[in-house]
């Protein structure tokens, strides 16, 4: 694999766009950085330079050409009425009288200037209709959001209702957690799974609950920084005053600033950023007057009249020994450094993730080498690159193994892809993962299974596929080293209280590529039993909403791979079959004996919600239509389904149909 030199233009372009998409997509869609702000933004000026370069290589669909990343599909989409733009850096004093000049020309005079601390936080669009909130959403790609109304009212700073005339009022602002707030959710409420990264990490994953009552316990704050839609206001800062009028928090640090005030303003945020109650990386300037902003204008990505000046993150020097590789449970191959402890940003690191085997061959770092150090948000460490001056002679690059250093199998790396994967399902160390994935808290929540255990396991032979844990006695599980008679009760109890768990955790735990929770809850009321995977087709499973080709053809092809096949064996021996998901209460039997098909959009009602609904009834839902099909369900934009209904002479009702069924009027006659 090349490390970078003597690549054309095109090439490099081209490895940037894809390492920039990837960082993207994690940073935005999943909530789960892989490179800190100040790599990212230094990577997006190269490629910035290069396609100014090369014009001929520019692209509409290029990261320099967007914000963000596509919104996750967990919550329904939300349209932006104007775009949520992000916002252009600079990193010194140089580079912000610059962009002052510039906005100076412009305007054509000297523009009035307002600051405020950029928050480490999440971006969401309020929308108020005669003084309700109607629509929280998330910034999505700046044009599409993810609605997350129910999450957001959940949250004290922000008001379900403002007293105002006004008929639409739209606040934009930043959700964020505070350190205070950070700290005790990693300490207390996560019991025992692995810790959010930062606090910007944990307020996005705790918007994202879908029991918006975990929303409000993880006491997440809100600031107002922009009034997007309102009465007519000449300077943001009375703007901001009329916000706060309405009840909503301005960031206290918010002000108008002169020339001189702005770089006063910054040399003391920079020499106190770790002093404040919430995460910063960095200050926004921005124009005061209204007007201004509208002469000035944006560009397809930022407005030319505001700025984010970030600081340099915290660095430090030390000796990379060694180059190491993991494997996850996907067999994914992960590379990651090994170097002498050294303190960044208040504590002691000793290793860190490089990300993939681009990323490492395009920093040429070596074993020897003496390395930057830094924590992207502070909290991650990264290396950043080598100091070349000092590399010992002879340091060679690093070599991509062509074998996998756990089980000896080839690596794979499919055409045009970044990662590389060992293609063996019972690689040890592969499995090591997925026994820690079958045991944590969102699958089968085995209390005692933890890293440490499950190495043992799978170590001493004990474990060769998950469900090997289930033929393990006392015998087994107290000559584990380390395992005291209250840490083995501890283990087997757990191991017994797993056998129960709800059918959507145990497909979870299963750990098929590309199905997570979310996933298996919308398969395990169509499945019923584990035991369906032996018969579901591709084509049930991709009618469901909120499931794709992909993940379908995933879910109905693992009883054919060698692995799956042994796990579901294994697990069916062991009289796990999964626990079926029953309403408390059952609503009724109306529906016994008929099958329904859903399609379209339905007013007002999920198409999840309205398969549950027919299950607590006692009906069934199927994904094709077929001569066995008793209804089709239809809402708007049926397309092929509702077209087979009509053919088999299937009736087609609608969600008034339905109600009048489980009412139990008169069937439908189409």
Same mark, same amino acid.
């Given at each position: 694999?090349?490390?970078?030199?003597?690549?054309?233009?095109?090439?490099? $372009?081209?490895?940037?766009?894809?390492?920039?998409?990837?960082?993207?997509?994690?940073?935005?869609?999943?909530?789960?950085?892989?490179?800190?702000?100040?790599?990212?933004?230094?990577?997006?000026?190269? !490629? %910035?330079?290069?396609?100014?370069?090369?014009?001929?290589?520019?692209?509409?669909?290029?990261?320099?050409?967007?914000?963000?990343?596509?919104?996750?599909?967990?919550?329904?989409?939300?349209?932006?009425?104007?775009?949520?733009?992000? !916002?252009?850096?600079?990193?010194?004093?140089?580079?912000?009288?610059?962009?002052?000049?510039?906005?100076?020309?412009?305007?054509? %005079?000297?523009?009035?200037?307002?600051?405020?601390?950029?928050?480490?936080?999440?971006?969401?669009?309020?929308?108020?209709?005669?003084?309700?909130?109607?629509?929280?959403?998330?910034?999505?790609?700046?044009?599409?959001?993810?609605?997350?109304?129910?999450?957001?009212i959940s949250v004290s700073e922000i008001p379900a209702r403002i007293a105002t005339t006004e008929p639409v009022v739209e606040v934009r602002g930043e959700l964020y957690m505070s350190k205070r707030a950070f700290a005790e959710l990693n300490a207390s409420e996560l019991g025992g799974r692995a810790p959010f990264a930062n606090p910007r990490n944990?307020?996005?994953?705790?918007?994202?609950?879908?029991?918006?009552?975990?929303?409000?316990? +993880?006491?997440?704050?809100? &600031?107002?920084?922009?009034?997007?839609?309102?009465?007519?206001?000449?300077?943001?800062?009375?703007?901001?005053?009329?916000?706060?009028?309405?009840?909503?928090?301005?960031?206290?640090?918010?002000?108008?600033?002169?020339?001189?005030?702005?770089?006063?303003?910054?040399?003391?945020?920079?020499?106190?950023?770790?002093?404040?109650?919430?995460?910063?990386?960095?200050?926004?300037?921005?124009?005061?007057? $209204?007007?201004?902003?509208?002469?000035?204008?944006?560009?397809?990505?930022?407005?030319?009249?505001?700025?984010?000046?970030?600081?340099?993150?915290?660095?430090?020097?030390?000796?990379?020994?060694?180059?190491?590789?993991?494997?996850?449970?996907?067999?994914?191959?992960?590379?990651?450094?090994?170097?002498?402890?050294? +303190?960044? /940003?208040?504590?002691?690191?000793?290793?860190?993730?490089?990300?993939? &085997?681009?990323?490492?061959?395009?920093?040429?770092? %070596?074993?020897?080498?003496?390395?930057?150090?830094?924590?992207?948000?502070?909290?991650?460490?990264?290396?950043?690159?080598?100091?070349?001056?000092?590399?010992?002679?002879?340091?060679?690059?690093?070599?991509?193994?062509?074998?996998?250093?756990?089980?000896?199998?080839?690596?794979?790396?499919? /055409?045009?892809?970044?990662?590389?994967?060992?293609?063996?399902?019972?690689?040890?160390?592969?499995?090591?993962?997925?026994?820690?994935?079958?045991?944590?808290?969102?699958?089968?929540?085995?209390?005692?299974?933890?890293?440490?255990?499950?190495?043992?396991?799978?170590?001493?032979?004990?474990?060769? $596929?998950?469900?090997?844990?289930?033929?393990?006695?006392?015998?087994?599980?107290?000559?584990?080293?380390?395992?005291?008679?209250?840490?083995?009760?501890?283990?087997?109890?757990?191991?017994?209280?797993?056998?129960?768990?709800?059918?959507?955790?145990?497909?979870?735990?299963?750990?098929i590529d590309g199905v997570g929770l979310q996933v298996a809850e919308i398969v395990a009321p169509v499945l019923g039993r584990l035991s369906a995977l032996a018969t579901v087709t591709a084509a049930d499973l991709e009618a469901l909403p909120g499931i794709g080709p992909a993940i379908a053809g995933s879910l109905a092809s693992f009883r054919l791979?060698?692995?799956?096949?042994?796990?579901?064996?294994?697990? &069916?021996?062991?009289?796990?079959?999964?626990?079926?998901?029953?309403?408390?209460?059952?609503?009724?039997?109306?529906?016994?004996?008929?099958? &329904?098909?859903?399609?379209?959009?339905?007013?007002? !009602?999920?198409?999840?919600?309205?398969?549950?609904? $027919?299950?607590?009834?006692?009906?069934?839902?199927?994904?094709?239509?077929?001569?066995?099909?008793?209804?089709?369900l239809a809402g708007e934009g049926g397309g092929s389904k509702l077209r087979r209904a009509e053919e088999l002479g299937v009736p087609v009702i609608g969600l008034d149909g339905l109600a009048r069924i489980v009412g139990g009027g008169n069937l439908p006659s189409g």
């Amino acid at each position: 694999m090349s490390n970078g030199v003597g690549l054309d233009a095109g090439e490099r $372009i081209f490895r940037l766009r894809r390492i920039l998409d990837q960082a993207g997509i994690a940073y935005y869609a999943l909530d789960s950085p892989i490179m800190s702000d100040a790599e990212y933004d230094s990577l997006l000026a190269q !490629l %910035r330079s290069l396609e100014e370069t090369h014009p001929e290589l520019a692209s509409s669909d290029s990261p320099t050409r967007r914000v963000g990343a596509p919104p996750v599909r967990t919550f329904e989409e939300v349209r932006h009425a104007s775009g949520m733009l992000s !916002l252009d850096n600079v990193f010194s004093p140089e580079e912000f009288e610059s962009w002052l000049a510039r906005l100076t020309r412009l305007l054509g %005079r000297d523009p009035e200037l307002f600051f405020e601390l950029k928050i480490d936080g999440l971006a969401l669009a309020l929308r108020y209709e005669e003084g309700i909130l109607t629509s929280a959403a998330t910034r999505g790609d700046g044009n599409v959001g993810e609605d997350v109304t129910a999450n957001a009212i959940s949250v004290s700073e922000i008001p379900a209702r403002i007293a105002t005339t006004e008929p639409v009022v739209e606040v934009r602002g930043e959700l964020y957690m505070s350190k205070r707030a950070f700290a005790e959710l990693n300490a207390s409420e996560l019991g025992g799974r692995a810790p959010f990264a930062n606090p910007r990490n944990a307020a996005a994953g705790s918007l994202r609950q879908k029991d918006p009552s975990i929303t409000r316990r +993880r006491n997440l704050s809100f &600031f107002a920084y922009q009034l997007e839609v309102g009465p007519a206001i000449d300077h943001h800062h009375q703007a901001l005053a009329f916000l706060t009028s309405l009840g909503f928090a301005v960031e206290p640090h918010a002000r108008v600033v002169d020339r001189d005030g702005v770089l006063a303003a910054l040399a003391e945020l920079a020499a106190n950023r770790h002093g404040f109650e919430y995460e910063i990386d960095g200050a926004v300037v921005k124009a005061d007057r $209204i007007e201004d902003r509208l002469i000035a204008g944006s560009t397809a990505r930022a407005p030319r009249w505001a700025i984010a000046y970030k600081f340099p993150p915290e660095e430090q020097t030390t000796v990379l020994e060694a180059i190491e590789i993991s494997i996850g449970k996907s067999g994914k191959v992960t590379p990651f450094a090994v170097f002498s402890p050294v +303190r960044v /940003s208040g504590s002691v690191v000793s290793k860190a993730t490089l990300h993939n &085997f681009d990323q490492l061959a395009a920093k040429d770092v %070596r074993v020897g080498d003496t390395v930057v150090i830094r924590k992207a948000g502070d909290v991650i460490p990264e290396v950043l690159y080598p100091v070349l001056g000092l590399r010992p002679e002879g340091a060679s690059p690093f070599v991509v193994p062509k074998a996998c250093p756990s089980c000896g199998s080839a690596l794979v790396q499919g /055409s045009g892809e970044v990662d590389v994967f060992c293609p063996n399902r019972f690689c040890p160390d592969q499995l090591v993962q997925r026994l820690i994935h079958f045991g944590s808290r969102d699958a089968l929540d085995i209390d005692g299974l933890g890293e440490q255990r499950a190495a043992q396991l799978v170590g001493m032979g004990f474990v060769t $596929i998950p469900s090997d844990i289930y033929r393990l006695g006392e015998r087994e599980l107290s000559a584990l080293p380390g395992v005291k008679e209250k840490t083995l009760r501890r283990l087997m109890a757990g191991i017994e209280a797993s056998r129960s768990k709800p059918l959507a955790r145990l497909v979870f735990a299963l750990a098929i590529d590309g199905v997570g929770l979310q996933v298996a809850e919308i398969v395990a009321p169509v499945l019923g039993r584990l035991s369906a995977l032996a018969t579901v087709t591709a084509a049930d499973l991709e009618a469901l909403p909120g499931i794709g080709p992909a993940i379908a053809g995933s879910l109905a092809s693992f009883r054919l791979d060698e692995y799956g096949a042994q796990l579901l064996q294994g697990l &069916f021996e062991a009289g796990i079959d999964g626990a079926p998901e029953v309403p408390s209460e059952p609503l009724g039997t109306e529906l016994a004996g008929l099958t &329904f098909v859903i399609t379209g959009t339905l007013p007002g !009602l999920s198409r999840t919600r309205a398969a549950a609904l $027919i299950a607590e009834h006692g009906g069934k839902v199927a994904g094709s239509v077929s001569a066995q099909t008793s209804y089709l369900l239809a809402g708007e934009g049926g397309g092929s389904k509702l077209r087979r209904a009509e053919e088999l002479g299937v009736p087609v009702i609608g969600l008034d149909g339905l109600a009048r069924i489980v009412g139990g009027g008169n069937l439908p006659s189409g």
